[in-house]
Structure formats: C-alpha cells, structure tokens
C-alpha cells in the first residue's frame, strides 16, 4: 500500500549509542518531515526537507542528523543518544503547496536508558 | 514566527452532541493553510480536514467542520453528532505560505476529547 513507512517500531538505546531512524514514502512526495512527540508538547518538528538534496533544522533539531539523497527516503540520524530523546518519532511527507494534508507513518517508539 | 495555541487540555462531550474544539493561531503571513489532525489511542495521525486562508467558506468533510474566523485569527474544530470512536487527541496545525509549500507544519499541543455514552 502507498503510503509513509517508518523502521522500526520500537526500539531501546543505551545512552550514547547511535542509530537511525529510517523513513520512505512511494507517493513522489517532495516534502518530508521528521517530528518527535512527547507528553504534552505536541508534535514538534525536528527537521524536514523540500526535495532531495535539500534540508533544513526545525525546531528541536539538536543531536539529530538528516539527508536527503533520494525523493523516497529521508533517514533520521542520532548521533549519540540521550534519555531526553527518549519520544515517539513520526515522519511525514506531502506535496509541495497547496492543501495537501500530510501522511504521517506510524511512529518509532524510541527508549533511550 | 507562526504559533498555533490550543487552550483545552482535555474536554468531554456525550455521545450524539456536538462538541468545538479551539485553536488560535498567529502569523505575520497572508497566505497560510490550517490543519486539524486525529490521534486515536492506536498512535497514528490521521488527517481530517483543511481551510486555507483566501478560502471564503469553512471547510467541511463529514461530520467535522472548521469555524475559519480569520480576524479573530481562529480556526476551530466542529465535531457534530459525536461517536464514541470520535475519543482521541486532537491537533491544530498551521503550515505559512500554503501556496509555495516551503514552510513545515508547525502544531499546537493538542486537546484530548473524550466521548461519553
């Protein structure tokens, strides 16, 4: 089925480990967006990109790294790992303008001990 | 900077009623496009309905109707006959200069409904 697919859905991280985050969409979306969401904060963007090639920090972008090589795929890097990350990370994509509604994958539980 | 502002935490509503859910936002832009968003206890973000600012009407699908009043920069949520599937967090959220599609979408922190039978 088209759509956002987010890899994987859970996962437990020792402090200062890394890993990515990993997010693909199949709809020739130009636009991606990772957020994290934490109790009572709503969703709050981390960092997104407007096409391949092209990325810009949102509002809570530090210790997170992204790149965007292909229009599919849009990886979330952490660099090193800390309880404070510890969220639920949703990825998002839609076309460029207009009234597109996003489509959000189903979410990274991350646990950072 | 855009801001989105949704003031109730949490709020009940019988089953069969209509309930409104409140959103402000704030923006320097003219051109911008408002967004509301459900969450039910499964985790997934479902979209639900839009009204961009040069939009002369208030969006409706379905049951879900938005109260666009652009002076009181406002865009509330109408949910009508409410179910009991209708319990879920709720989010507001606001995307500036719609019509390029540059800008991210930026979220209010949300409103939790719950439905009572």
């Known amino acids: 089925n088209a759509g956002v697919t987010q890899t994987p859905k859970f996962q437990v991280l020792k402090t200062g480990q890394s890993m990515t985050l990993q997010c693909a969409q199949d709809m020739n979306h130009e636009y991606m967006s990772w957020y994290r969401q934490d109790p009572g904060m709503g969703l709050r963007l981390i960092h997104y990109s407007v096409g391949a090639g092209i990325t810009d920090q949102g509002e809570v972008p530090n210790g997170y790294n992204v790149s965007r090589s292909t229009t599919e795929d849009f990886p979330l890097r952490l660099l090193s790992a800390a309880p404070s990350q510890t969220s639920v990370y949703f990825c998002a994509s839609t076309h460029r303008g207009g009234n597109y509604g996003y489509t959000f994958g189903s979410g990274t539980r991350l646990t950072v001990v | ?117």
């Open chain 2, 1 to 117: 900077a855009q801001k989105i502002t949704q003031t109730q935490p949490g709020m009940f509503v019988q089953e069969k009623e209509a309930v409104t859910l409140d959103c402000t936002y704030d923006t320097s832009d003219q051109s911008y496009g408002l967004f509301w968003y459900k969450q039910p206890s499964s985790g997934e973000m479902i979209f639900l309905i839009y009204q961009g600012s040069y939009d002369e009407q208030n969006a409706t699908e379905g049951r879900y109707s938005l109260n666009f009043q652009k002076a009181r920069k406002s865009a509330n949520l109408v949910i009508s006959a409410s179910q009991l599937g209708d319990s879920a967090m709720y989010f507001c959220a606001m995307r500036d200069g719609a019509l390029s599609g540059n800008t991210p979408l930026v979220f209010g922190k949300g409103t939790r409904l719950s439905v009572i039978a």
